[in-house]
């Protein structure tokens, strides 16, 4: 059974980089069939795509945070990471990675997901 | 981008009702679109994707129709577990969510 699970600091400064990691078990994400994903959500913006990662490292990002995201794959280490920099109390959300399946618009559903760390930006 | 709304934004209905959800979106996404089911706490689940497919282990229940720019989530006969929080999810271009239909027990 896949399994993801997310992991990160919990509490950010404002104007600092928001770094999560996402380790996958149970399947090897260099698989060539799917996208792997981070989706964010909070009571101001509800769910929130930031951006999905192929195996190969080619990236997909969602054009209003693209600025500020970078996301990569560990493939010896089976994890994919996000990086969100110049962080705001806006970017305070539940954080998910999960898994995607590939569709017209690269990255597409999402079959499986992490239980979600909530990052908090604050002095 | 593509905006994805959702009706109604809470709907009250009872065990054995049959209830749907409709998503709408500001463009044509053809037939790429999901549907999630989430409870407080939990992940969102997947449950039908390409507008009408059933995802592995979703009831059968549920199903989903539509193209384009309309798109039904449909329940037959509710169960006390369906009563939760349900998203559609386009991925024409880009991917985005709809605002949530909260569905709760009348």
């Known amino acids: 059974q896949l399994q993801l699970q997310e992991s990160g600091p919990g509490l950010v400064k404002p104007s600092e980089t928001l770094s999560l990691t996402c380790t996958v078990s149970?399947?090897?994400?260099?698989?060539?069939?799917?996208?792997w994903g981070w989706i964010r959500q909070s009571p101001g913006r509800g769910l929130e795509w930031i951006g999905s990662i192929y195996y190969s490292g080619s990236t997909y990002y969602n054009p209003s945070l693209k600025s500020r995201v970078t996301i990569s794959v560990d493939t010896s280490n089976n994890q994919f990471s996000l990086k969100l920099t110049s962080a705001t109390a806006a970017d305070t959300a539940l954080y998910y990675c999960?898994?995607?399946?590939?569709?017209?618009?690269?990255?597409?559903?999402?079959?499986?997901w992490g239980q979600g760390t909530l990052v908090t930006v604050s002095s | 981008d593509i905006q994805m709304t959702q009706s109604p934004s809470t709907l009250s209905a009872s065990v054995g009702d049959r209830v749907t959800i409709t998503c709408r979106a500001s463009?044509?996404?053809?037939?790429?679109l999901a549907w999630y089911q989430q409870k407080p706490g939990k992940a969102p689940k997947l449950l039908i994707y390409?507008?009408?497919s059933l995802q592995s282990g979703a009831p059968s229940r549920f199903s989903g129709s539509g193209s384009g720019t309309q798109f039904t989530l449909t329940i037959t006969s509710l169960q006390p577990d369906d009563f939760a929080t349900y998203y559609c999810?386009?991925?024409?271009?880009?991917?985005?969510f709809g605002q949530g239909t909260r569905l709760e027990i009348k």
């Open positions: 999960a898994r995607s399946i590939p569709s017209v618009a690269a990255s597409g559903r999402f079959d499986y």
């Open positions: 149970g399947g090897s994400i260099s698989s060539s069939t799917y996208y």
């Open positions: 390409g507008a009408s």
């Open positions: 463009q044509s996404v053809s037939g790429w």
């Open positions: 999810q386009q991925y024409n271009s880009y991917l985005t």
